[in-house]
């Protein structure tokens, strides 16, 4: 049976350099809830070091987890990889951890990394400088995501910073991107007027959302089966009576 869920896909945590202190599982999860959605997506920078804890979190709220990491690539380009599993997300942040450039976090200047459990406790500090690019290309970073059974989101399109468009002027014709995402700050007609090259790819929003009274705030509601990552890529391609619905 088909059912409509609301999903926000892109949510940071404190560990994102640039995330709000708040941002803690816990307290991600019951935001959520009151913003009755069904599905999010745990997507810090470079890192996935607090997804399970978010998924232990939500244990008792019936809201689902999907295990996320927000890469920049080489390009300077940020592309969402999305698991249903934390240990498919893991896989793909070994890789990342060594695409990294051999420098520490400056606490002082982008902010701390706050690695927590799902009772917001601190477990500690990922010392990397995660707010920065990797030597992994676009395509590489694509198709180790669709290897590892993810799905690949190119982030907020509509941005010229870290956008694909606007670090690169277009899409590579050649990039099998799963769908685009648009930020809060435009709909689906905007950004279709405005580049209209998108147009041939599946479009969602999030809400990027690095404090809490943003999570929510630019869901995507999916008509799915079960809150999956089979089930979300059917919808983007538009099979089986799976659809994506833009708020």
């Known amino acids: 049976m088909l059912r409509c869920l609301r999903a926000d896909l892109h949510i940071h945590t ?32 470079n890192s996935a070091e607090n997804v399970q804890a978010t998924k232990n979190a939500s244990s008792d709220k019936n809201i689902k987890i999907l295990a996320g990491m ?36 400056n606490e002082a200047l982008f902010g701390p990394q706050i690695i927590v459990n799902e009772l917001d406790e601190v477990e500690g500090y990922n010392k990397r400088l995660l707010i920065t690019a990797t030597s992994i290309t676009l395509k590489e970073l ?18 010229e910073t870290y956008g694909i468009i606007g670090q690169l002027g277009f899409i590579p014709d050649d990039l099998e991107l799963d769908a685009l995402e648009i930020s809060p700050r ?55 009576g799976r659809k994506v619905l833009l708020q």
């Open 186 to 240: 435009i709909s689906r007609s905007e950004a279709l007027a405005r580049f209209p090259e998108i147009n041939k790819f599946p479009l969602i929003s999030a809400s990027d959302a690095h404090h809490l009274e943003d999570i929510g705030k630019a869901p995507t509601s999916f008509l799915l089966e079960a809150p999956t990552i089979h089930e979300i890529e059917k919808a983007l391609t538009n099979r089986d």
């Open 142 to 159: 694509v198709a180790e995501i669709h290897n590892l059974g993810g799905l690949a989101v190119a982030s907020h399109i509509d941005r």
């Open 14 to 45: 404190c560990l994102s350099p640039c995330g709000d202190l708040t941002m803690s599982p816990y307290r991600i999860v019951t935001r959520a809830r009151e913003m009755k959605l069904d599905i999010i997506g745990i997507c810090d920078h």
């Open 70 to 105: 927000e890469v920049t690539t080489a390009e300077e380009v940020h592309i969402i990889a999305l698991f249903d599993e934390t240990r498919e997300v893991l896989d793909l942040q070994k890789q990342v951890y060594e695409h990294l450039p051999p420098v520490e976090n």
